[in-house]
């Protein structure tokens, strides 16, 4: 592997990702959302995190659920990114916990 986790087992993490290892899809959504690459990409960034987020992973569906809640890439969706949050911190994600908590107390993306 190179130092940037560029390649691993001869596959690109473009590769990886399309293939469904939901790591390499976090590593590439990260790369978009700071524009590691070039300018910052949101949609690409979405994109990303959302198929690291079928995968299960906690942090993409935490970082999903912030780009949800901002507008970033994507239509701003209180309830969607409640939902994820929900889910990231269901997985054990500390800093999950904490926003879905804080999002609870303030009745921010909850039935009413």
């Given at each position: 592997m190179s130092p940037d986790g560029s390649r691993r087992h001869g596959l690109t993490t473009e590769a990886r990702a399309e293939s469904g290892d939901a790591g390499a899809a976090l590593i590439?959504?990260?790369r978009a959302r700071k524009g590691a690459d070039g300018p910052v990409d949101?949609?690409?960034?979405?994109?990303?995190?959302?198929?690291?987020?079928?995968?299960?992973?906690?942090i993409a569906l935490?970082?999903?659920?912030?780009?949800?809640?901002?507008g970033l890439g994507v239509s701003i969706d209180k309830m969607?990114?409640?939902?994820?949050?929900?889910?990231?911190?269901?997985?054990?994600?500390a800093p999950a916990q904490f926003r879905l908590g804080n999002r609870m107390l303030?009745?921010?993306?909850?039935d009413p």
């Open positions: 590439l959504a990260e949101y949609p690409t960034a979405v994109r990303w995190y959302r198929r690291a987020a079928e995968g299960g992973d906690s935490s970082r999903l659920a912030e780009c949800l809640d901002q969607q990114a409640t939902a994820l949050l929900r889910r990231a911190a269901e997985g054990g994600y303030d009745g921010i993306g909850v």
